[in-house]
T-cell receptor, first 113, second 114 residues
Framework: QKEVEQNSGPLSVPEGAIASLNCTYSDRGSQSFFWYRQYSGKSPELIMFIYSNGDKEDGRFTAQLNKASQYVSLLIRDSQPSDSATYLCAVNTGVGQGGKLIFGQGTELSVKP | DAGITQSPRHKVTETGTPVTLRCHQTENHRYMYWYRQDPGHGLRLIHYSYGVKDTDKGEVSDGYSVSRSKTEDFLLTLESATSSQTSVYFC?????????????FGPGTRLTVL
């Protein structure tokens, strides 16, 4: 059973701080990794993806991937109350899998003013 | 929003009744997916389609069937709804973002089975 694990939270950080969200996965054949943000009552929206070891930055967001340790993380710098949402980690387990994604259970982030 | 709509957006039904949810896309994407989302479980794949009349099961397919007779429509049917199928259902399409395959989601359908 391929698994993706996240701490469910809630993770609470003060406004302006760095929020760090973590995700581990079980399938070493996994090839690409995604972070989705989901506001309460809304659908998931893609915020970042990464497929190479190391860091990838996009504005206030940085995704980090370590395939040897099988973890992927998302850092949110200068956190804002509008970042309060559930963050879903998803993993594409590779070619021939129909583009299927395996999702973690999500981490709820709360940014306090 | 990747041109995805879902209908109905909300539905309340009774145990044992059939229910069909519709996903409609306007951008001719080949792959479409149905997920359910429950507290503590994240998103779980029910079925997916890789073309007209081509479908396959996901991890939680029991009690569900799908059909795709046109590229733009992917239907999810609960033949005899049970209370355990109370959930939020999301449809997704497979698209491309800077050369990487990814998925984009519709607005969701909240289904309550009494």
């Amino acid at each position: 059973q391929k698994e993706v694990e996240q701490n469910s939270g809630p993770l609470s950080v003060p406004e302006g701080a760095i929020a760090s969200l973590n995700c581990t996965y079980s399938d070493r054949g996994s090839q690409s990794f995604f972070w989705y943000r989901q506001y309460s009552g809304k659908s998931p929206e893609l915020i970042m993806f990464i497929y190479s070891n190391g860091d990838k930055e996009d504005g206030r967001f940085t995704a980090q991937l370590n395939k040897a340790s099988q973890y992927v993380s998302l850092l949110i710098r200068d956190s804002q109350p509008s970042d309060s949402a559930t963050y879903l980690c998803a993993v594409n387990t590779g070619v021939g899998q129909g583009g299927k994604l395996i999702f973690g259970q999500g981490t709820e982030l709360s940014v306090k003013p | 929003d990747a041109g995805i709509t879902q209908s109905p957006r909300h539905k309340v039904t009774e145990t044992g009744t059939p229910v069909t949810l519709r996903c409609h896309q306007t951008e001719n994407h080949r792959y479409m997916y149905w997920y359910r989302q429950d507290p503590g479980h994240g998103l779980r794949l029910i079925h997916y389609s890789y073309g007209v009349k081509d479908t396959d099961k996901g991890e939680v397919s029991d009690g569900y069937s799908v059909s795709r007779s046109k590229t733009e429509d992917f239907l999810l049917t609960l033949e005899s709804a049970t209370s355990s199928q109370t959930s939020v259902y999301f449809c997704a399409i497979r698209g491309q973002d800077r050369g990487t395959d990814t998925q984009y989601f519709g607005p969701g359908t909240r289904l309550t089975v009494l």
